[in-house]
Nanobody
Framework: QVQLVESGGGLVQPGGSQRLSCAATVELNFWFLTMDWYRQAPGKQRELVASIRSSGTTNYADSVKGRFTISRDNTEKMLYLQMNNLKPEDTAVYYC?????????WGQGTQVTVSS
């Protein structure tokens, strides 16, 4: 079983920064899991924002490349998403995600609103 709890969302002005955190509760080694951030805007499908493998290799959606950085702390079992130069189109609910034994695990989501 894996439990994921996100935090750090809120209201931020365009051009601002926000850091999201995801605390994982997992029986086996956290470091082994590929961890992802997804987001879902109103009326849109959920989309993959960024991924980080156990090797540390990262991947980003084209829309956030150069602005967002995904990272992890395997000792603390934490996942992070540093978001810089935020745009109104980044407004969405952000979800922490992983897959273990072909089962998808999601956090409850945290709202990020980019608006002046």
């Amino acid at each position: 079983q894996v439990q994921l709890v996100e935090s750090g969302g809120g209201l931020v002005q365009p051009g601002g920064s926000q850091r999201l955190s995801c605390a994982a509760t997992v029986e086996l080694n956290f470091w082994f899991l590929t961890m992802d951030w997804y987001r879902q805007a109103p009326g849109k499908q959920r989309e993959l924002v960024a991924s980080i493998r156990s090797s540390g290799t990262t991947n980003y959606a084209d829309s956030v490349k150069g602005r967002f950085t995904i990272s992890r702390d395997n000792t603390e079992k934490m996942l992070y998403l540093q978001m810089n130069n935020l745009k109104p189109e980044d407004t969405a609910v952000y979800y922490c995600h992983t897959v273990r034994n072909v089962v998808n695990f999601w956090g409850q989501g945290t709202q990020v609103t980019v608006s002046s």
